[in-house]
């Protein structure tokens, strides 16, 4: 069965701000086992479902989108970046419009922030930087399996 975590935090628990705008911003390291047999690819897609407000939520707000990533790989380090990304590893579009992580950065109440890892029966062609709706759309009848991690986040200021 396919499992995601990270040393940063546990599943339910605050994400640190070193994750976030109010720190360095940096992506947190995450691990993953029980990628399934016949796994050609992996793929990332972190979001927040409750913007902009977890009271009234409007819009699932994007902050990471990774595909491509081999099935051999258990995981990626802390504030990695694109340069250092696994072999292969292409970086989808997040909602800033950027490619990269972007951290939690709630503009009111805490919000819940998913690591979503799917393990896909193909390697996808390159998809010149999709939003998460164009890679959903190209996985779509292609995961053998997914994990989820889930942390929460509210600003300090």
């Not at 992506?27 to 796994?39: I, N, Y």
């Amino acid at each position: 069965m396919l499992k995601i975590g990270s040393v940063a935090f546990e599943e339910g628990e605050p994400i640190p701000a070193a994750h976030t705008c109010e720190g360095e911003n940096r992506s947190p390291m995450l691990h993953w086992e029980g990628v399934p047999a016949g796994t050609r690819s992996l793929a990332l897609i972190v979001d927040d479902p409750d913007a902009p407000d977890p009271a009234a939520p409007k819009m699932t707000y994007v902050h990471w989108v990774l595909y491509n990533i081999p099935p051999d790989c258990a995981g990626l380090a802390e504030g990695i970046e694109a340069t250092r990304l696994p072999a292969g590893t292409l970086e989808g579009l997040n909602d800033w419009k950027r490619p990269g992580y972007g951290g939690p950065c709630p503009p009111i109440g805490r919000h819940r922030y998913f690591h979503k890892l799917y393990a896909l029966d193909v390697k996808l062609p390159d998809l010149h930087h999709p939003t998460k709706a164009a890679l959903e759309a190209a996985m779509r009848g292609h995961v053998l399996g997914e994990a989820r991690l889930m942390g929460t986040y509210q600003k300090r200021r």
